[in-house]
């Protein structure tokens, strides 16, 4: 069985993406890793050529920005168009996957190679949000994807490139896992994430908190979000101990939670509820 990952960035130090630590999680069980780099404002294809690993092939292309979400859309089909595993994991450059749920994905793909009903896999999802210790179930964002899919051409990219299709339409048949993609897009500093709505809102993208989060949310107001007491991927351990705010809430959560079983034993544990927690306009 040969796993194939795969990913696109540009300017990802202007956006403070984490797209290095994203690679590097699931790099242990990937055979190869194709990664698209767009011609960049800044040194984004250093900070990928830094990785200096074997199984990296970096492919520099410039991007059609004009295109909007289709332009993204194409740029992640090139990527997965030069894959060559059985399978092809898919990551974008702020998400990263824990690494204890690697040898779980690795049996699930194991099982699954032969039988050719199974498209791809689908993982959970924490959208953590402002603060590395919450994270956003409310509706608008989805909670379950897919992330690994069968490499035999038949699969491409849906629009904005945020899950898979069947080529010309048509969904595919995933198995879900009990893994999750730790999405970070949201806990970043205040500049970083300004030019990041903008840049969304540029490319055409409608979600609709873009519209409202120009400010840093406190304290405060990160307490109508669920909290999340488990551990980080060991990537992301020295951004969360750096990150103000999250330094902040954690000191708050251990002050209000420290009875909770959950905070003693670090579960990872996601509420199944839907909670309404949008910001205000």
């Known amino acids: 069985m040969k796993v194939s990952g795969f990913s696109i960035v540009k300017n990802a130090i202007k956006y403070n993406y984490p797209v290095k630590e994203a690679i590097l999680s699931i790099l242990p069980i990937c055979d190869e890793f194709i990664v698209n780099v ?17 199984k990296i092939k970096i492919i520099k292309r410039r ?18 168009s030069e894959c060559s595993g059985d399978w092809a994991f898919y990551i974008q ?17 194991q099982k699954y190679l032969n039988n050719k009903q199974v498209d791809g896999f689908k993982f959970r ?9 919450r994270y956003r179930i409310d509706a608008g964002w989805f909670q379950k994807q897919d992330r ?3 490499n035999n051409g038949t699969i491409e990219a849906n629009s904005g490139a945020w899950g898979f299709q069947k ?9 879900r896992t009990p893994c999750y993609i730790y999405h970070y897009g949201w806990v970043n500093e205040p500049k970083a ?6 840049n969304a809102q ?10 409202k989060e120009k400010r840093f949310i406190d304290v405060a107001e990160l307490n109508k979000f669920p909290i999340y007491f488990g551990t980080h991927p060991k990537m992301m351990h020295n951004r969360a101990k750096t990150h103000k705010l999250s330094k902040e809430d954690w000191q708050n959560i251990k002050r209000r939670y420290f009875w909770n079983p959950l905070l003693w034993f670090k579960i990872r544990y996601k509420t199944p509820k839907r909670v309404k927690a949008a910001l205000p306009k």
């Open 63 to 80: 991007w059609d920005m004009s295109k909007g979400e289709r332009g993204i859309t194409e740029e992640t089909n090139f990527a997965l």
């Open 202 to 211: 540029k490319l055409g993208y409608t979600t609709s908190d873009y519209n």
């Open 125 to 133: 999802w924490f959208h953590f949000y402002g603060s590395y210790f």
């Open 148 to 150: 690994i899919i069968r």
């Open 193 to 198: 994430l300004e030019l990041k709505i903008e």
């Open 93 to 109: 450059s702020d998400e990263v996957v824990h690494e204890k749920d690697l040898p779980i994905l690795k049996r699930y793909m």
């Open 167 to 175: 080529k010309g339409g048509g969904n595919i048949n995933t198995v």
């Open 38 to 54: 767009g011609d960049s404002e800044d040194k984004t294809l250093e900070l990928i050529q830094s990785i200096d690993n074997p």
